[in-house]
């Protein structure tokens, strides 16, 4: 039998996935969980064999949930709940830990069929996401240079080095301090003082403001 959890603050989502899983052979569901923190608590007290775990929840989000999870209790298999928007975070939730994701609008048989294939060592990626996932990481392989319009970096007596580049369009992709950290495995004070450099540059302090003007020293058809 495989036990499972399902963590997600929308209450339709948690039953209708509940009635689901039930439903099935071989699978139960032995907790419902509204947030992270929760979640967490439950998995050490019941140690479920897979949890299903929201990505955006209050008191504390999924990704930093199946941190604390896969530190005390690294066995359990953690398959993060997301919606097609929702793919800038994948790569945070990888490098935590997570086993695997599910899209929230899957067909039911789809969902069935990827905890077991997980519980069978798998890492679950819908293609969707994988194809996301897949341009993201080739448009940091290149460092994508040719994203910003040289002639007015030059005009404004800019200059930035190639990771500087890379944060700078992360932060364009609005990616937080801690998914830059993820992304480019770098330690959370060592992107603070990327950034820091970058801001000085740019003469602000203001992430918003920062933002607006990399945003202008794109070519046209940058992102």
């Given at each position: 039998m495989i036990r499972i959890m399902i963590a997600d603050d929308q209450r339709l989502l948690r039953e209708g996935l509940q009635t689901i899983l039930q439903a099935e052979e071989g699978l139960s569901v032995i907790g419902l969980c509204e947030n992270g923190q929760e979640a967490w608590r439950q998995t050490i007290e019941?140690?479920?064999d897979v949890i299903l775990m929201d990505i955006k929840m209050p008191v504390m989000?999924?990704?930093?949930?199946?941190?604390?999870?896969?530190?005390d209790a690294p066995d359990t298999i953690v398959l993060m709940l997301t919606t097609f928007a929702e793919?800038?975070?994948i790569i945070d939730a990888m490098a935590g830990g997570a086993d695997g994701f599910l899209l929230k609008d899957m067909p039911s048989k789809q969902i069935v069929r990827t905890i077991r294939e997980a519980m069978d060592g798998g890492v679950m990626l819908p293609a969707a996401i994988a194809s996301k996932l897949a341009a993201r990481l080739s448009v940091l392989s290149r460092g994508r240079a040719d994203s910003f319009d040289e002639q007015k970096l030059s005009r404004l007596g800019l200059s930035f080095t190639e990771r500087e580049r890379k944060i700078m369009l992360l932060m364009l992709e609005g990616y937080s301090n801690r998914q830059i950290s993820s992304t480019l495995f770098m330690g959370d004070g060592t992107v603070r003082n990327y950034i820091s450099v970058i801001y000085n540059k740019l003469g602000t302090s203001d992430r918003k403001e920062a933002v607006a003007v990399m945003r202008g020293l794109l070519l046209d058809d940058g992102p």
């Open positions: 019941n140690r479920p989000d999924g990704i930093e949930a199946m941190r604390l999870i896969k530190r793919d800038r975070f």
